[in-house]
């Protein structure tokens, strides 16, 4: 068994090299989104330190990246300090904190307005 056998599940499988070149173009990240988006998570928690991360899963943006799209994801939530998340979602009781999505929902209201400016 390959270790990303391991890590991803049965269903993995290895890139090509043109796969992953593909990969690496529709990831390169457009440094002035990101800027705006981490000042949107500032200006509502001015202490958060926005990191870019790639999440290894299913996505839609594989397909709207071959029509030429860039696709970024963010979905912001601010959880709480010891909070045990994995325990919290894909399962059969998934949720987030009320606070915390409240607080997500006021970035991407931030990042709405940054964007659309």
Known sequence: ??????????????LTAEEERAL???AAMD?????????AVRTVD??????PYMIPGFTDASSWTKLGTACFGFAPVVLPKGLDFA???HGVDERIPVEGFRLGTRMLWE???RVAA
Do not use: K, N, T, V
Not at 1 to 14: P, Q, T, W
Not at 46 to 51: G, K
């Open 111 to 113: 990042a709405l307005a």
């Open 46 to 51: 001015p202490e958060a330190l926005p990191i």
């Open 87 to 89: 325990r919290l979602y």
């Open 24 to 26: 690496f173009e529709a």
């Open 1 to 14: 068994m390959r270790h990303s056998d391991l890590l991803f599940g049965y269903c993995a499988r290895e």
């Open 31 to 39: 440094q002035d989104l990101f800027d705006q988006l981490a000042e």
